[in-house]
C-alpha cells in the first residue's frame, strides 16, 4: 500500500520550511489572543504559513459546542466496557522495517479537553478512538481495537477462535492476535475466518493470522458473502488512480496528526500501512437468510448487498444473543456519497435491511457489535441504535428527494436539507465519515445526476476558461485580493472562496491568491465536524501552500490482490489505461485463451477503442495469445513482461506477434498525484509500470 508514510517522506516543501517556523512563532501567540478575523500565524502549526482559528471560527466550535448532547455520556462508557488490557507498543512495526500503524502521534487528542481548531464533536470522537487494547463484549466474544482503522473480533469457537474481519495489514493483525492470546486466548488456533464485506479493512491483514495451507486443506474455514472476491478490487479499479489521488483529501494522507491537521478519521484513527494480503473464501453465505454453524457455534446470516459495501452481510448468535451488523451500523452517519469517489449507495435499501436485522434478531440481542467502534448492551440501547440508524437513512433519502421533487438541485440541498433534530441529539447518527452535506448531494446524485437542470451548467465551460472573464470584470487581482481578504476577514469565508477560487483558476501563479485561499480553506476546515469535510479543506490548503509532493511514490500492488482481479477486469482496464489518442488507426482481433481456467477472450480494437468478449474466439484472428492465467497474473503484477512470457515459451504467440507491442505503446502510466488545485503540480515523476501491469496500487478502506 501507498501510504501517509510514503508522502510525508516526500515532502520537501515542508521539511524545509520548518528551518524557518521558529521565526513566526513569536509574533503568533500575541495575536492569536486578541480574537481577529484576520489570518494570524498559528503558534505551533506544522506549516510555515498555517493560521490560528480566527474569531469566527472560536464562535463556530463554541456555538457547536453548546448545541451537542454532551450530557449524554454512554459511547463513554461503552467503550470503556469490558476493558481486560492495553496495548503497551504506541509503534507497530512492518515487516518491511517501517512503522506500520503509530497511535503515539494521537495522544495529544487526550492531553486538552478541547482545541480550538477541533470540532468538539469530532474531537470527542476522536478520543473515544484513541482507545487502544483487548476488551470483552460478553464472555466468549472479545475485540481488539484501535490497531486500525476497523476493530478484529474473536469468538470461541468448538476448538478454537472464529475471527471476524482481519484488519487491513498483517503486521496490525499479528500484534493484535499476541495481545489476544497473551490473556485470552489460551493458545487456540484460528478455527474460521469471516470476512463480512469487501472493503480492504475488512480482509487486508489475514495473513497475519492464517496459513493459507490450512485454508486449502479445508482445516480452516473462511467466510463471507456471495460474490465476493468479484467486488473485492472491482469498485478500486476502473477508476482507481482518480479514487487514490481523492484520498490525499478525504484521508488527508498529507496532513500530519496536530490539533491544525489530521486528528482521525472517524471510523477510526488511520489507515494501517503493513503487507496487505487476500486468501480467497472457501464457502460463500448464498441465500438471504442462512443458518449454519461455524466450529460448533449456530451463525445466523443476513446479506445486505449494496448498503455500505457491494457485498456484505449481517451475522446473529443465538445461543449468545449477540448481533454483529458488520459495517452497516457503526457510531456515525456513514458515506451515501464517499468523497474518495465510488457509485453513490442506496440509503432506502441500507436502511430496509436495519429495518429487518431489527425484526429478526434485534427484539432478542443482548449485545451488537461491529467492525469499527464499540458494542451496545442491553435490549433498549440495541433497539434505540438501531431505530435511530435505520432512520438516518430512510430519512435522508425521503427527504432528500422530497426537496428534490419541489425543484431543490444537488447545488443547493446540502444547504437546506436537515437531520431531524432528535437524530441530531444522538451522537451514532452524527457525520464522522458521512456527512449530511455530501451525502444529500450523493443522493440527488443517485436519483437525479449532476444536471441541476440550468442551462447555465449543462455544458459549461472549464473552470480555467471561464476564470479570466471573471478575474476581467471583478476588475483584476488586486480588487480580488482586496475584497476576497475582507470577506475572509469578516468570516465570510465560502463567499471568499467563490472569488478567490476564480482567480486562483485563472492565475495559477498567483502566490498571494494562492495563500490566501489556503488560509480561506484551512477556516472552513476547523469548522466541519466530519473528518473528510475537515482534510479535504486542509489538504487543499497544504496544496496550495507547498505545493503536489515530489518523490518516488511507492507502488506496491499486492498479489493477492491482483490475483482477484479476474481476466475481464483486467482486459477492461487495460481499455481504460490506453490513450485512445495513440490508437487512432490501428485495428486488430486478437484471441485470449488461458488454459488452466478454461476461460477464453475474443479482444478487438477498432475505432481507437479496446474491446473484449469472454466466451468468444474471432474465427480469423491476427494473433491468438496462449498462456495460463497463473503465468498472466506475473505480469499483471509486473514480475515479468508478456514480452519474456513469450520469449521463453511460457505464452505461445499464433499469428502476428507485432500487435502486441502496438498496443502496448498506447499504454499509458497514470499519474497517482496530478493536480486538483491550480498551480500546484511539480515535476512529478511517474512510476513506471509495465504496459501490460493492472496497477490497482492498493486496497481502499472504508
Ligand atoms: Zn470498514
Known sequence: ??????????????????????????????????????????????????????????????????????????????????????????????????????????????????????????????????????????????????????????????????????????????????????????????????????????WGGVRGIVDEDDVRSGKIAVIAPIDFMDFTVSENVYAGNAMNRRLFYQYGILLPASPYGYVGQGLGQAVSAGAVGLIAPTRYVEKAIEEFEVDGVRMVFQNTPNTEAPREMNTYIPDMKALWMAENVTSTLHNIYTLRGAPV???????????????????????????????????????????????????????????????????????????????QEKWFCRGYHGSPQHNSRGVIQRYLGFWDCNPTTLIPLSPAESAPLYVEMMGGSEKILARGRELHDEGQYLLASEIVNKLVQAEPDNEPAK??????????????????????????????????PQGETADSSSPDVIRAMSTELFLNFLGIRMDSREAEGLSFTMNLITPDNGEKFSIELSNATLTNIQGFLADDPDLTLTINRSDLEQTMIGAK??????????????????????????????????EIMPGTKGRTEVAHAEPYEAVPRKTIAE
Open 1 to 202: 500500500m501507498t501510504t501517509r508514510r510514503d508522502f510525508i517522506k516526500s515532502v520537501p516543501a515542508v521539511g524545509a520550511a520548518f528551518a524557518i517556523a521558529p521565526r513566526w512563532l513569536g509574533e503568533a501567540s500575541a495575536q492569536a489572543q486578541e480574537g481577529t478575523g484576520a489570518a494570524t500565524p498559528a503558534d505551533g502549526h506544522f506549516h510555515p504559513k498555517g493560521k490560528a482559528p480566527s474569531k469566527f471560527t472560536l464562535e463556530a466550535l463554541k456555538n457547536a459546542k453548546s448545541t451537542l448532547p454532551f450530557a449524554d455520556t454512554r459511547d463513554i462508557e461503552e467503550q470503556k466496557k469490558g476493558f481486560i488490557a492495553p496495548m503497551k507498543e504506541l509503534k507497530i512495526k512492518a515487516d518491511a522495517g517501517h512503522v506500520a500503524w503509530d497511535m503515539e502521534r494521537f495522544r495529544f487528542l487526550d492531553e486538552k479537553e478541547e482545541f480550538d481548531s477541533i470540532h468538539p464533536s469530532l474531537h470527542r470522537q476522536s478520543k473515544l478512538n484513541n482507545n487502544y487494547g483487548l476488551y470483552e463484549v460478553i464472555p466468549g466474544i472479545y475485540q481488539v481495537r484501535g490497531f486500525d482503522l476497523s476493530d478484529i473480533t474473536f469468538v470461541r469457537g468448538k476448538t478454537g477462535w472464529i475471527v471476524f474481519d482481519p484488519l487491513i495489514s498483517k503486521e496490525v493483525v499479528q500484534a493484535a492476535w499476541n495481545l489476544f492470546q497473551e490473556h485470552i486466548g489460551e493458545g487456540l488456533p484460528v478455527s474460521a475466518v469471516i470476512y463480512s464485506h469487501t472493503h480492504g479493512d475488512h
Open 345 to 423: 449507495r442506496d440509503p432506502l435499501r441500507w436502511s430496509k435491511y436495519i429495518d429487518e436485522a431489527l425484526h429478526r434478531f434485534g427484539f432478542e440481542a443482548e449485545v451488537m457489535f461491529a467492525s469499527h467502534h464499540w458494542p451496545r448492551w442491553g435490549k433498549d440501547r440495541i433497539q434505540e441504535v438501531l431505530r435511530g440508524q435505520r432512520d438516518l437513512y430512510a430519512h435522508m433519502n425521503n427527504q432528500v428527494l422530497h426537496l428534490a421533487n419541489q425543484g431543490v438541485t444537488i447545488n443547493e440541498i446540502h444547504n437546506v436539507y436537515e437531520v431531524p433534530k432528535g437524530l
Open 515 to 548: 495563500d490566501l485561499l489556503a488560509d480561506i480553506f484551512e477556516q472552513v476546515g476547523y469548522q466541519q465536524e466530519n473528518p473528510g469535510l475537515r482534510n479535504s479543506f486542509l489538504a487543499a490548503a497544504f496544496e496550495l501552500r507547498s505545493g503536489i
Open 641 to 674: 513482461t508478456l514480452e519474456a512470457q513469450i520469449a521463453d515459451g511460457t505464452a505461445k504467440v499464433d499469428g502476428d506477434a507485432g500487435i502486441l507491442k502496438q498496443l502496448a505503446a498506447t499504454m499509458v502510466d497514470f499519474d497517482p498525484r496530478f
